[in-house]
């Protein structure tokens, strides 16, 4: 019964994060002269959450928006990271599922409190320096992915967690997608 326990919550984590790639596919480039294209000028709601320089990283394109998300990649040498912000409502019983499957996994450290939002990093070893991906929910319905496709540490991706205001996320109306 408790393994069954622990593979419900997995898939739930699963789910989460595929329903978030689906929505992520369908990217579309920000219309010269629209908001999202004034993000290069650092004055839009989501240049704000997704700025120009996260040191070391910074943005190697303009943000992608599309219905209920918005993407930026950042590069650093080689490695390069796509962060996608995503509205997934999933409610309050949604949100104690999400904690209650990354459990397993390395907790990203957040600046906000556990009852606000909920992280993991997802990598192909326990090692700090093994490459990794990050999943953060939010109880506010954001989801934040950083997906580093195989090449980025731990330890780079917390550095560029620790340039990115997650605290704003926590507010439903933070990021009008």
């Not at 000028?41 to 928006?65: H, K, M, V, Y």
């Not at 590069?75 to 949604?94: C, F, M, P, Y």
């Not at 990093?121 to 929910?137: I, K, M, T, V, Y």
Request: include cysteine; hydrophobic fraction near 40%; charged fraction near 20%.
């Amino acid at each position: 019964m408790r393994c069954a326990g622990r593979v419900v919550r997995r898939l739930e984590v699963l789910a989460a994060m595929i329903g978030t790639a689906l929505i992520a596919c369908s990217a579309r480039h920000p219309e010269p002269g629209s908001p999202l294209e004034a993000g290069a000028t650092g004055r839009s709601t989501e240049s704000r959450i997704l700025p120009d320089l996260a040191a070391p990283f910074a943005a190697s394109a303009p943000i992608q928006a599309g219905q209920g998300f918005v993407r930026r990649s950042y590069s650093l040498a080689d490695k390069r990271v796509e962060i996608t912000v995503a509205r997934v409502g999933r409610g309050s019983t949604g949100y104690e599922s999400w904690i209650a499957g990354s459990r397993d996994y390395p907790q990203v450290l957040l600046p906000v409190p556990p009852e606000q939002a909920n992280g993991f990093f997802s990598c192909g070893q326990a090692s700090g320096e093994s490459a990794c991906d990050f999943h953060l929910q939010f109880r506010s319905g954001f989801h934040v992915e950083g997906m580093g496709n195989g090449r980025v540490p731990r330890s780079d991706l917390i550095k560029l967690l620790a340039h990115l205001p997650l605290a704003e996320l926590t507010d439903p109306a933070a990021l009008p997608i």
